[in-house]
């Protein structure tokens, strides 16, 4: 079991070997970048599962210039033991873009369809809940303000959801 942990945590290390180049890229560029892989992997039940971890860094994208990477996948390392685990549930890749009368939320879900998709919304914390078979994703997202929940415009076709919050 040892050597599969070795395994996961050598194929994410391997994903973010690179990180450091992109950075030094996007400080010259102001931009996005977006990496991701999958591997397949048993678990300790004896089953096989699908391994998916990415991040997306941007940069410049808004007037505070500040770095944010963002990771995705169902890859999570156990902060308290250090233990790196693939979960059940996928976080999806989150964009949060301001316009002039809304914000829209986008979130790549493959796999999954509109009736599938479950928001509930808190303040300024979005919620996304969505399963379709062995599918299932999950995402807390902070928003940049409070909204109101009849303030809410959604759809999602081919795995991609678009929320609308106007303001």
């Known amino acids: 079991m040892s050597n599969k942990k070795g395994n996961v945590a050598g194929n994410v290390e391997g994903i973010l070997r690179g990180l450091g180049e992109?950075?030094?890229?996007?400080?010259?560029?102001?931009?996005?970048?977006?990496?991701?892989?999958?591997?397949?992997?048993?678990?300790?039940?004896?089953?096989?599962?699908?391994?998916?971890?990415?991040?997306s860094v941007k940069m410049g994208l808004d007037e505070n210039q500040e770095t944010r990477?963002?990771?995705?996948?169902?890859?999570?390392?156990?902060?308290?033991?250090?233990?790196?685990?693939?979960?059940?549930?996928?976080?999806?890749?989150?964009?949060?873009?301001?316009?002039?009368?809304?914000?829209?939320?986008?979130?790549?879900?493959?796999?999954?369809?509109?009736?599938?998709?479950?928001?509930?919304?808190?303040?300024?914390?979005l919620t996304l809940h969505a399963e379709r078979g062995s599918k299932k994703y999950h995402k807390e997202i902070v928003l940049p303000r409070s909204f109101d929940s009849m303030a809410i415009e959604r759809s999602c076709r081919n795995g991609i959801l678009e929320v609308k919050l106007r303001k």
């Open 22 to 55: 992109l950075v030094e890229k996007l400080a010259e560029t102001g931009e996005q970048i977006k990496r991701s892989g999958a591997f397949d992997i048993d678990t300790s039940s004896g089953k096989s599962a699908k391994a998916v971890y990415g991040f």
């Open 69 to 125: 990477v963002e990771p995705f996948g169902n890859v999570r390392r156990d902060e308290q033991t250090g233990e790196t685990t693939v979960q059940e549930v996928s976080e999806p890749l989150i964009d949060v873009i301001e316009e002039s009368d809304h914000v829209l939320v986008l979130a790549e879900m493959p796999g999954v369809a509109d009736e599938d998709v479950h928001l509930d919304l808190d303040g300024d914390i």
